[in-house]
């Protein structure tokens, strides 16, 4: 049996509601059959059609559908957030509330205070909270996980990760039909930070992913280029990890040219890894003292972790839905009960938050090196 999910966000417009529906629904664990898709009726309307949602279970909002869904025996079992920042809090802590699993857009909440409250819900709850920090549902990112923690590497020493985008060098958040852009640069609907916010999130979750270590200090550059934007739009920052290992973060989406360069670096006493997004099936090996091996999605010679997100034989390239549906399927799985299960959770949500917060109070005090969890 399919787990039954409403999604509330993600109609005509959005980016992201589409992946998350076509994510959630290609294993068949997951169906969705309710929703809140969007404020106007006529775009709930026109998204419940065309995803197949039953025109009696499309609501005006998500407290309404909570309500009804629980009084149905065919009810909901889980909540997809796809919404702008400041409605993530409020729409977690209700479905939570209401006995309802959660798996939310990226960043947690609005900020970090939020995200604290929402820890709370979610332990009180007994129920299941995930965030998509997509890019973890990658194979070969997982198989540089398990490289890393088998101690192939040695001890790690440093970490470079990049995330540059280009689509915001120009200010299109002045046209109002551009949704995308106007809600990014919108400080009461994405939080303090913009490209931090938005993927500075993501290049900071990947590289705890994959070392498993966790970053302790940060010396942070947030800047705003475009003139006249409120929310930063580049970020240079210095990481410090747990181990002693340095790092460095580039998130920016100014960088004219650039499409979506998520890189990450990892090196350590016996050699280095390189993944990069925009060629996601090979992981390449660069050895001190040996030759470079370079790793393909789909073969036989990788861990169990990489083969078991991995649908397709080696040469056959899987990408960006792929990843987002092995995050969808380890929520179904953890949400039956697995054990073990790679889900980012509150915790991570947690992590996301502080890591804001800190990096652009710390720019704008000029504070030079912080602790994450605050102080000097």
């Keep these: 049996m399919s787990l039954r ?6 109609g005509p417009g959005s980016f992201i509601g589409p992946v998350h529906r076509m994510a959630a629904e290609l ?10 898709f969007s404020r106007d009726p006529a775009k709930n309307a026109q998204a419940a059609e ?5 025109r009696d279970r499309v609501y005006p909002d998500h407290h309404a559908m909570i309500a009804a869904e629980a009084a149905r025996a065919d009810g909901i079992q889980l909540v997809s957030v796809v919404t702008p920042n400041h409605l993530h809090f409020d729409v977690s802590a209700a479905a939570l509330r209401g006995g309802l699993n959660v798996i939310s857009d990226k960043p947690a909440t609005l900020n970090l205070a939020e995200a604290k409250e929402l820890a709370g819900i979610v332990a009180a709850s007994g129920k299941r909270y995930a965030l998509t920090y997509t890019y973890t549902g990658y194979p070969m990112v997982r198989e540089a996980r398990e490289i890393v923690a088998r101690g192939d590497l040695g001890a790690v020493r440093k970490v470079v990760v990049e995330y540059s985008q280009g689509w915001l060098s120009q200010p299109l958040e002045r046209d109002a039909d551009n949704k995308q852009a106007s809600w990014r640069a919108d400080p009461t609907q994405s939080g303090v930070g913009g490209c931090i916010g938005d993927i500075g999130v993501h290049a900071f979750n990947i590289a705890e992913f994959v070392t498993g270590r966790r970053v302790e200090r940060l010396c942070a550059d947030v800047a705003t280029v475009v003139p006249g934007r409120p929310l930063d739009d580049d970020c240079n920052v210095l990481l410090r990890f747990d181990n002693g290992a340095r790092g460095v973060l580039i998130a920016s989406q100014i960088s004219a040219g650039a499409r979506n ?6 090196y350590g006493e016996k050699g280095g890894l390189t993944w990069s997004h925009e060629d996601p099936n090979v992981l ?3 050895w001190l003292d040996g030759p470079s091996q370079v790793l393909h999605a789909g073969s036989g010679y990788l861990s169990p972790a990489a083969r078991a997100v991995t649908r397709l034989p080696t ?11 092995n995050i969808y399927r380890d929520f179904a799985d953890a949400i ?6 790679l889900v980012p959770d509150i915790g991570e949500g947690l992590r996301g938050m502080a890591f804001v917060e800190r990096a652009v109070a710390a720019s704008h005090e000029d504070a030079g ?6 102080g000097a």
């Design 369 to 374: 090196w912080v602790s994450l969890e605050g």
């Design 315 to 325: 040469g056959h390239p899987e990408g960006f839905i792929e990843a987002f549906a």
């Design 5 to 10: 999910m409403a999604m509330v966000g993600g």
């Design 50 to 54: 065309a995803w197949g949602v039953a």
């Design 336 to 341: 039956e009960g697995a054990e073990g299960v």
């Design 27 to 36: 294993d068949g664990r997951i169906r969705l059959v309710a929703g809140v």
């Design 284 to 286: 390449t090996l660069d």
């Design 261 to 266: 360069g998520l890189k990450l670096c990892v």
